[in-house]
């Protein structure tokens, strides 16, 4: 019955002291579990052994009491026979055998019960671990909900405290007063840059030698293909002629467009 006490003592251990003592408090709980799954399976073992051990003494007073039935049987059949010596003999085995039967027997009842209370502390054992791992799991589930609530209350500690905050509305108020600044610089800058507007519209045009027309003109005055500047001031009406032929629509408008130019 010692492994018996022993688990028993494990089952009742206050697990909330254990939990509260260890670090991880799941951990110790499935080692708490492990452990009595082990010291389980023993005192399994040891049932099995005094079934056995039962058994046995029952199968010892059986024989005892069919072997006293046997020397009863014989020693009938000495009578009959006329044979009362043996008879005789046959009795004192008979007696013999009766007498261990009787032992065995009060061996046996007093086994057979033990051995029923060993079964049915075993089954008690058995219920008690597996509520303890039901109970294990809504013990782990306390124990993290009980972290939470330290988690969160410490948070709320932390955050009643004001320095935090206020250095946050410090940043805040900073980097909104370096926006305002930006933008006022950019103010600035425009305004002053809007005094200059004529001569950006100046920049803007670009120099008569740049148009792609008065490029073209030139490249036709030296093919040939249309007079030059000082020929065509010299025709009457300012209109030009080809060197070898009227003057196309298209070199008409090249001409004005030099025209153009020159006004």
């Given at each position: 019955m010692?492994?018996?006490?022993?688990?028993s003592?494990?089952i009742?251990?206050n697990?909330?002291?254990a939990?509260?003592?260890?670090?991880?408090?799941?951990?110790?709980l499935?080692?708490?579990?492990?452990?009595?799954?082990?010291?389980l399976?023993?005192?399994?073992?040891?049932v099995?052994?005094?079934?056995?051990?039962e058994?046995?003494?029952?199968?010892?007073?059986?024989e005892?009491?069919?072997?006293?039935?046997?020397w009863?049987?014989?020693?009938?059949?000495?009578?009959r026979?006329?044979?009362?010596?043996?008879?005789?003999q046959a009795?004192?085995?008979?007696q013999?055998?009766?007498?261990?039967?009787?032992?065995l027997d009060?061996?046996?009842?007093?086994?057979?019960?033990?051995?029923?209370?060993?079964?049915?502390?075993?089954?008690?054992?058995?219920?008690k671990?597996?509520?303890?791992?039901r109970?294990?799991?809504?013990?782990?589930?306390?124990q993290?909900?009980?972290q939470?609530?330290?988690?969160?209350h410490?948070?709320?500690?932390?955050?009643?405290?004001?320095?935090?905050?206020?250095?946050?509305?410090?940043?805040?108020?900073?980097?909104e007063?370096?926006?305002?600044?930006?933008l006022?610089a950019?103010?600035?800058?425009e305004?002053?840059s809007?005094?200059?507007?004529?001569?950006?519209?100046f920049?803007?045009?670009?120099?008569?030698?740049?148009?792609?027309?008065f490029?073209?003109?030139?490249?036709?005055?030296?093919?040939?293909?249309?007079?030059?500047?000082?020929?065509?001031?010299?025709?009457?009406?300012?209109?030009?002629?080809?060197?070898?032929?009227?003057?196309?629509?298209?070199?008409?408008?090249?001409?004005?467009?030099?025209?153009e130019?020159?006004?």
């Amino acid at each position: 019955m010692g492994i018996f006490t022993k688990l028993s003592q494990l089952i009742r251990s206050n697990i909330n002291d254990a939990i509260a003592r260890a670090e991880n408090p799941e951990k110790m709980l499935n080692q708490v579990l492990l452990d009595m799954r082990e010291q389980l399976a023993k005192a399994k073992q040891e049932v099995a052994i005094a079934i056995a051990d039962e058994r046995k003494l029952r199968a010892q007073l059986d024989e005892e009491q069919k072997l006293a039935g046997d020397w009863e049987h014989r020693a009938v059949l000495a009578v009959r026979e006329g044979r009362d010596d043996l008879a005789k003999q046959a009795l004192l085995r008979q007696q013999e055998h009766n007498e261990r039967a009787v032992a065995l027997d009060d061996t046996w009842h007093r086994h057979h019960e033990e051995t029923e209370r060993l079964k049915d502390a075993l089954r008690q054992l058995n219920e008690k671990i597996e509520e303890a791992k039901r109970k294990k799991n809504l013990l782990v589930a306390k124990q993290k909900r009980a972290q939470a609530q330290k988690r969160i209350h410490e948070t709320m500690s932390g955050l009643n405290d004001r320095s935090a905050f206020d250095t946050f509305e410090r940043m805040a108020e900073k980097i909104e007063e370096s926006e305002r600044r930006t933008l006022a610089a950019a103010e600035v800058a425009e305004s002053l840059s809007a005094g200059d507007s004529l001569e950006k519209e100046f920049a803007m045009l670009k120099p008569a030698s740049e148009s792609v027309e008065f490029r073209l003109l030139q490249l036709k005055e030296q093919m040939g293909m249309i007079a030059s500047k000082s020929e065509r001031a010299a025709l009457p009406g300012g209109k030009a002629e080809k060197v070898n032929g009227p003057i196309s629509d298209e070199d008409g408008i090249v001409q004005d467009a030099e025209l153009e130019e020159e006004a």
